[in-house]
């Protein structure tokens, strides 16, 4: 399992009484160094990397440093030597960028990068292979499923409802609730167009919440509240269609489960930098863990600089300590 680079973070009081994040190491990110910052991508979820790109851009030059916004398609490498970068910010989502594609071509040409490696990567992005890695780790509470392959049925007897999930993807495309026979078939079928397997999941009613981890750390915890009932795409991306609570109006037992839940897989799974974990809390019983994202939305809004603008930490300084911790095993760092 892929070592955590550093020490955790820990919040101290600052200037003015604002509290940031400190570590103990010194940052290993030379200041003289060309950071390009990546974006778009060839997933589904390139419209969302492009807004936290340009908001991650933004930051780090507010905070001085020389930036370029590199633009991801097929000819990454040619980008990369043609703009110069020494490190590079991965502001990408989903398959190609999430997956441990990028990372991998990254540590190939020796460039050091933000988040996880290449294995924690592919491993968290998948969401079978999450759950088969935390399975036995009794922290971290999660729904019984089932798989169907693209030219299988979907097996009989299944209770519903159930949630229905391509394998592999995020910003909640291509994830529905079925509730009859009927919504389970449709649901499978739009799935299996995005990937060719799919996970239906047992569907536990109760309220969502999220939970950032930096560096091994667990931050405040969120509830995400709809108005909708569900936070899928529109909820998410919609302003004024989502509450957001933090630290969370819930039940501290339960936030403290949570937290340590989200880091056991964060640990569990080999993850560094950022990433968050995802929740459903039922009403009577330990928060139900749903996936981890390795990396997570990135905008001044987004869950994550949320959570530690709680803690006194800036969404400019939250994205330069995520540079910080940039590494890269064939560059000798981390």
Known sequence: MEELRGEALTPRDAVDGQRVFVTLEEAMVDRGSRIGV?????????????????????????????VVEVQVGRDLPARLIEAGVDVAWIALHGRFGEDGCVQGLLEVMGIPYTGSGVRASA????????????????????ATDHVVRRGEAVPEGI??????????GGSTIGISIAGTAEELSV????????HPEVLLEAFVEGEEITVAVVDGRALPVVRIVPESGFFDFEAKYTEGRTRYEVPAEIDPGVAAAAQRAAEAAYRGLGCRGLARA????????AP?????????????????????????????????HVLNGASCMTAGIG
Request: glycine content about 8%; charged content about 20%; cysteine-free.
């Open 278 to 285: 995802d929740f459903i809390v039922p009403t009577d019983g």
């Open 187 to 194: 649901g499978v079928k739009e799935a299996l167009e995005l």
């Open 123 to 142: 491993v968290a992005m998948d969401k079978l292979a999450t759950k088969r890695a935390l399975a036995s780790d009794p922290t971290v509470v999660m």
């Open 38 to 66: 990546l974006m778009g991508g060839l997933s589904t979820e390139r419209s969302v990397s492009l807004k936290t790109g340009a908001a991650v851009a933004q930051a780090l030059r507010s905070r001085g440093w020389d």
């Open 159 to 168: 209770e519903l409802p159930v949630v229905v999930k391509p394998l592999v």
């Open 288 to 320: 139900v863990f749903l996936e981890i994202n390795t990396l997570p939305g990135m905008t001044a809004t987004s869950l994550s600089p949320m959570a530690a603008s709680a803690e006194g930490v800036s969404f400019e300084e939250l994205v330069e």
